[in-house]
């Protein structure tokens, strides 16, 4: 039995012996396997770290393996996800649709919501594919976040719904058509701009919107060549057939091949605008007419005052020749004649000012009652002539000075007279002028014209003011006139800040009241002494020499026979342009210039800025006469340089006082009246207390150049001589010296100098001139008298000067 | 060498002395000695002491009546020293007369304004020049 027992053995033994071999013949494959398995997953989990997309193999329902990026997904270890089953990662909301999805065999992905570690949301592709997986059968799962790119769709998806609502809701209508114009789509402004229905628009051609074919082939051909037109101006219809100027800006549509396939674009709809800035420019080239207007009837009033002031000054000196009664009465007609001629030229250019709005309204003190009295001389010969009464009443509250336009004023109430007297045939015209209310400043004047004339219509009343109108047709043939008047008159007052209004009954009369507001003018303030013709021929202008630069020699006729009268001692010079002037006055002193201003050669702004600033004769006055009778002319005349201006043609009353007031015969002394004396007498002691410093000084430093000591010394023998000197003159004036009296006026002129006192320099001229020709030997004592009180300041100031330097 | 210039200054206004001297006397380079009368009497006293410039005021009676007027001290200048330039001067109103005196044998003349003493001194400064060229023939 052992026998088989040890055979028996024997073969266990050799079988062990192969299991054995086998078995470790195995085991070295298994180790190999394995080994090259762990590589692999080695390799796997490589790759998948680096990925963008989390990556699941799985086999059934049991995770084999997962890459890093899914567990940075999912918030999970890498312990904890291989707990987990695969349906886990979808949200459980989801997880049904997600499976029915993952069972439609032809799509190999499908998307779907994914849940986190700590329970959020977020929307994901899955990609599924059966792949071997070390001899056993897996499937891989991709699964990519999808929350970005849900942003960007949500985005677009947004974009779109703006593009859509800017397309739905804009003002402007937008079209998008097709390459041959036919509309592909329209907004609801395109189809309120044109007025057709959607249908309507979305049927039809865009050149059935043309108002010129040419214009759409036009634009079809800019939109080949260029790609694109903005604001591209086109003629468009209406569905009911309406025109409009629209501004079209357009883009091409194109295919992929860069093909057009159509066009898109804005509408704007500009008919209103454009009929807006015609209007702008129709109004500047109204303006500029208007400009152009004004400044034509400047010229033409310009180019009538010139021989009108030949006319009128002329008869002006026939007048004062010896003729018969009726030589007399026709020269009489031809000055009322041109008066009247005047008269309307310058209502038409007042017209013409106002329109244009270059009339400027002066602001000046002045006297009311001599506004109101010189009304009233204008009228007393036409009033007693009508065999009318004419009745001025004055308010007695009345303030003596206001401040206004007194030139307005005047034209204002004379306007207002001159109809009521033109209108009245018989009984009264009465001016009444009341104070209406008054605060500390201002006063508030209520001015009545009344009359007993014809009257106006009632239904006349409300046209009264308009241009060019008078009450009848018949009427400006009866009466004369432009039918200015009024409108200009109703102008004025409004500039004026005032008011006019009226009442009127048919054959009893009107009544005219006008209400305007004034500054309260301080008292003393005017002293422009106005004179008469009487005192013109009781008060000649002294021994003058003037200068009288015009180029028309009528015009010199006139201002040369004119002046004559008003003294024999008066040397009048002629320059015929301002370069002869210029000669004349560098050879001769002059006392006063009468300057044209146009002239030939140079004219008399140059002729002027050559005499003050080459010639440097900054004392000598030049009174401007000018036949421009615009403010701004005004204005050149005394910013070129010259004193004063006077418009021709001139009123001889108002030459004489500008003469005067130009030449020292600043104020005609009445020594008997001892109102004028008190008048004048204030005046001077305002003019000295205006001035905080009479002296200048300023020539004397210059030419001490620094020198204090010399400085010194000047002042005090000024200090010392001056009243000296003065009284030197009072002497010889008491003891009627005349030739003494001239030599020390003569000396005492370096004093004035050397003291800066210019404004005196011609006083003393005229002392040492009166001393001389034994001139208005009466008033030249006033002359001194005011040097005296002048020279006894500027010594005060020289002794305060001289203090100063000492202490220094 | 350049020698001394010697000016005479006549005028009755102190001042105007005053002023002119110390002018001249800053103003002009050369050596110059001036000397100032307010009488023209004394000038023509003084003649011999050969004035090259005499500076003579128009009017000289204004504070001495019957002081000699500025035409006969210049008639008295050009009978005695004709050698000597005169320049006159003259307030704007008597400027004819002063001209006049350019017959009567001045040099010149000069309107008394406040730019005669750069007119003053330019003509010193002229008349220096002439005399140099005169006696240096340069």
Redo the contacts between chains.
């Keep these: 039995m052992l026998a088989p027992l040890a055979a028996e053995l024997e073969y266990l033994k050799e079988e062990y012996r192969l299991l054995k071999q086998e078995n470790e013949a195995l085991y070295r494959q298994m180790v190999e396997v394995e080994k090259k398995s762990l590589e692999q997953e080695i390799k796997f989990n490589q790759l998948s770290k680096a990925s963008f997309e989390g990556v699941i193999i799985y086999n059934e329902d049991r995770i084999i393996l997962v890459n890093h990026t899914l567990c940075r997904l999912f918030d999970y270890d890498l312990d904890e996800i291989k707990q987990l089953k695969i349906i886990e990662f979808i949200a459980p909301e989801h997880r049904k649709e997600a499976l029915a999805q993952a069972e439609q065999t032809n799509k190999d992905w499908f998307e779907t919501v994914c849940i986190k570690s700590d329970g959020t949301h977020f929307p994901a592709r899955i990609k599924r594919k059966f792949i071997p997986h070390q001899g056993v059968d897996a499937s891989v799962m991709v699964i990519t976040d999808l929350t970005n790119d849900k942003r960007v769709e949500q985005e677009l998806i947004q974009s779109e719904l703006l593009y859509q609502k800017l397309f739905e809701e804009s003002r402007d209508a937008i079209y998008i058509s097709g390459v041959r114009g036919e509309l592909l789509e329209v907004n609801p402004a395109a189809l309120e701009l044109f007025g057709y229905t959607r249908e309507e628009m979305l049927s039809m051609n865009a050149q059935r919107l043309y108002g010129n074919p040419e214009e759409r082939e036009k634009f079809r051909q800019a939109m080949q060549k260029q790609g694109s037109v903005s604001n591209y101006e086109v003629l468009l219809v209406k569905k009911d057939g309406t025109e409009m100027h629209c501004l079209l800006s357009s883009t091409t549509r194109r295919n992929a091949q860069m093909e057009i396939i159509g066009y898109q674009g804005i509408i704007r709809d500009i008919t209103e605008r454009k009929r807006t800035d015609e209007l702008v420019r129709a109004k500047a080239l109204a303006e500029r007419s208007a400009v152009m207007k004004a400044q034509f009837l400047a010229n033409m009033s310009h180019e009538i005052r010139t021989p009108m002031n030949a006319v009128m000054g002329m008869t002006h000196l026939l007048q004062d020749t010896h003729m018969s009664a009726e030589q007399k009465r026709y020269v009489n007609g031809i000055y009322s004649a041109s008066e009247h001629l005047l008269v309307l030229i310058n209502d038409i250019l007042d017209f013409s000012k106002i329109e244009a709005g270059k009339l400027q309204l002066e602001s000046i003190e002045f006297s009311l009652r001599e506004v109101l009295s010189n009304i009233a001389d204008t009228f007393k010969f036409k009033v007693r002539e009508k065999k009318l009464d004419f009745i001025l009443n004055i308010d007695e509250q009345l303030p003596p000075v206001i401040v206004g336009d007194p030139t307005r004023l005047t034209q204002i109430l004379l306007n207002l007279v001159s109809n009521a007297v033109k209108f009245t045939e018989k009984g009264k015209v009465q001016l009444d002028v009341r104070l209406f209310t008054e605060d500390k400043l201002n006063a508030t004047i209520a001015f009545a014209v009344a009359d007993t004339g014809i009257g106006i219509e009632p239904d006349k009343v409300d046209f009264i003011f308009d241009s060019f109108s008078q009450v009848n047709r018949s009427d400006t043939r009866l009466y004369g006139g432009t039918g200015l008047g009024l409108t200009i008159t109703k102008k004025l007052i409004e500039m004026q800040g005032g008011t006019i209004s009226l009442k009127s009954k048919l054959g009893e009369g009107t009544t005219f009241l006008v209400v305007l507001k004034f500054e309260k003018g301080a008292v003393g303030s005017i002293s422009n002494h106005k004179y008469t013709l009487s005192e013109m021929a009781a008060n000649p202008l002294g021994r003058l020499r003037l200068l009288i630069v015009e180029d028309n020699e009528l015009n010199r006729v006139v201002t040369t026979d004119t002046i004559k009268k008003w003294g024999k001692d008066i040397v009048i010079d002629i320059a015929e342009n301002g370069e002869e002037a210029v000669k004349k006055i560098r050879k001769t002193?002059y006392d006063l210039i009468l300057m044209d201003v146009q002239m030939p050669k140079m004219n008399g702004y140059e002729a002027t800025q050559y005499i003050r600033k080459t010639l440097?004769k900054t004392d000598l006055p030049i009174l401007a006469m000018t036949a421009y009778a615009t403010t701004g002319e005004a204005e050149k005349t005394i910013t070129s340089g010259m004193n004063d201006y006077i418009s021709k043609p001139f009123d001889p009353k108002k030459l004489y006082q500008k003469i005067a007031k130009l030449t020292s015969k600043k104020e005609i002394v009445h020594l008997d009246n001892p109102d004028d004396m008190e008048k004048i007498s204030e005046k001077r002691i305002e003019k000295a207390e205006t001035y905080e410093h009479i002296t200048n000084l300023s020539?004397l430093e210059e030419?001490?150049?620094g020198?204090e000591e010399?400085k010194t010394?000047?002042l005090e023998?000024?200090i010392n001589?001056t009243p000296q000197e003065i009284a030197l003159m009072e002497k010889y004036y008491h003891e009627k010296n005349w030739e003494?009296l001239r030599?020390?006026a003569?000396?005492f002129?370096?004093?004035v100098?050397?003291m800066g006192l210019s404004g005196l320099k011609e006083v003393v001229?005229n002392i040492?001139?009166n001393a001389e020709k034994h001139e208005n030997l009466d008033t030249t004592g006033n002359l001194i008298a005011e040097v005296k009180h002048t020279c006894l300041l500027a010594v005060q100031e020289m002794q305060e000067e001289l203090k100063k330097l000492k202490k220094n | 060498m350049a020698r001394n210039y010697k000016i005479f200054l006549v005028d009755d206004d102190i001042k105007t002395l005053i002023m002119l001297k110390t002018h001249l006397e800053k103003r002009i380079g050369h050596d110059i000695t001036v000397n100032v009368f307010a009488y023209g009497e004394n000038c023509l006293d003084r003649l011999n002491e050969e004035p090259d410039i005499i500076v003579l005021d128009y009017y000289l009676n204004a504070i001495k009546e019957d002081a000699m007027s500025g035409t006969d001290v210049l008639k008295g200048i050009v009978a005695a020293r004709p050698q000597a330039r005169v320049v006159m001067m003259s307030g704007q109103d008597d400027m004819e007369t002063a001209i006049e005196t350019l017959r009567n044998g001045a040099y010149d003349y000069i309107i008394k304004n406040e730019k005669s003493m750069q007119r003053l001194e330019f003509l010193v400064n002229k008349i220096i020049l002439e005399l140099e060229k005169e006696e240096h023939g340069v």
């Design positions: 002193h440097h020539f030419s001490v150049a020198d010399l010394k000047m023998i000024m001589e003494r030599a020390v003569h000396k002129k370096s004093s100098v050397y001229q040492q001139l």
